[in-house]
Structures are given as C-alpha cells and as structure tokens.
C-alpha cells in the first residue's frame, strides 16, 4: 500500500506564479518528513521536517509539517525556470528507512 | 568533502548479461542504501547496510540481485542474469545513521 501519497502528479506553471505541492503520509514510527529535488538523477535534500506547525524556509521555498492531520505542503513563490524538476516527498521512519512518494512533476514555463 | 560516488554512470548491457555498480559513501557515514527508480516513481529500497550488516533487505530480489559491503565502506550491488525490467536509476544513498541522507547521481541502466 501506499505509505507516501503526492499530488498533484504534475504541475505546469508559468514564472512568478507560486505554487503548493502536496504530500500525505501513514506511516508507523515517524521520525521526520523531507523534501528532496530531483532534476537529473540524483535527489537533493530541500528540507527535513520533524515537529508540526514549524515553517521551514529557505529563499522563495518553505514547508510545513501537520503530524494530526498527516500531511506537509511544499510552497514556491515567484517561480523561477530553474525550479522545473520532481519533487519527492519521504518519510524517515525510526529504523532509518525511507518511503518516497511518487513525486510532482513541476514544469515552469518562461 | 567528496558526496556519494556511484559508477558507472550509465551500463547498457544485453538481457541474461550480469552487472554490478560500486558505490563510495560519504566518509563516517555508517549507513548505506541502494534504491530502485522506475520512470515515474519514486526511489525504493532494495537493501540497506549499517556497517558491513544487511540489516533490511526485504525488497531485495535475491534470485538474481546480491550486494555486499565489505568492511563496512564501499559497495557493490550485482543483478545475475539481468532482465529487460531491470532497466532503471539504481541510486546508492548514505546516512550517518539515519541522519543527513545523501544521494549519489545513480546508475542508469538499460537492458536490452
């Protein structure tokens, strides 16, 4: 079953638009929530999410963790091209072990 | 400080063929993962190593797929005989347990 649920499946946005990506969870023995960018190949760490109600921010990204209701949002503003690529949204459970989500497909167009 | 370093980067290889991928973790980092990327989806794990231990290969498939890390540093992860759905991203990732997840730029394998 699905421990890691993204949506939207995939996003196509025009630059300067902001935008609200998705991640609903069920996991047991929750450690933490990260988001990670993947352009090419290899995912690169965004954020790691542990408490709810914290706002993580880095530049024109921050996200948000809600541990009653089981879900993170992922906020973008003021698109830039260079934000196009998948991002992937995992729970680290207590053993160490990752469940990835599926991923949103941004796509930002000029 | 070096990231995770994987080779090769691509392997083209014909089915029945055998491959395997090498994989240098961050130094200090006890723990290693190799995962699974289909087009599409996100990555899954196949088995994940604290130290030299296999400590959860579950969704390993151990009739044609092994790995091993010997001496807890680097690893190789092997497919005997490769199929035409094994083509996909096989990434190596390292933690230091558990923390500070780090992913290499992966393998892209095509069988054919």
């Known amino acids: 079953e699905d421990k890691v649920v993204q949506s939207p499946l995939s996003l196509v946005v025009h630059e300067g638009d902001t935008v609200t990506l998705n991640c609903s969870y069920e996991?047991?023995?929750?450690?933490?929530l990260l988001w990670y960018k993947q352009e090419k190949k290899a995912p690169t760490f965004l954020f790691m999410l542990t408490s709810s109600g914290i706002e993580k921010k880095s530049g024109r990204l921050s996200s948000i963790l809600d541990k009653k209701e089981l879900f993170s949002i992922l906020n973008i503003t003021a698109t830039q091209t260079g934000d196009s690529a998948i991002y992937l949204c995992?729970?680290?459970?207590?053993?160490?072990?990752?469940?990835f989500g599926r991923g949103t497909q941004l796509t930002v167009w000029p | 400080e070096a990231g995770v370093v994987q080779s090769p980067r691509y392997k083209i290889i014909e089915k029945k063929q055998p491959v395997a991928f090498w994989c240098n973790p961050i130094s200090g980092h006890n723990t290693l993962y190799w995962y699974l990327q289909n087009l599409g989806q996100g990555p899954e794990l196949l088995i994940r190593?604290?130290?030299?231990?296999?400590?959860?290969d579950s969704q390993l498939p151990k009739d044609r797929f092994s790995a091993e890390r010997l001496k807890g540093v680097d690893s190789t992860l092997k497919i005997q005989p490769a199929e035409l759905g094994d083509s996909a991203v096989y990434l190596c990732?390292?933690?230091?347990?558990?923390?500070?997840?780090?992913f290499g730029s992966g393998t892209r394998l095509t069988v054919v």
């Open positions: 190593y604290e130290n030299e231990e296999a400590v959860d």
């Open positions: 995992a729970l680290c459970s207590t053993l160490g072990r990752l469940y």
């Open positions: 996991v047991t023995n929750f450690r933490s």
């Open positions: 990732a390292s933690s230091n347990r558990g923390y500070g997840y780090t």
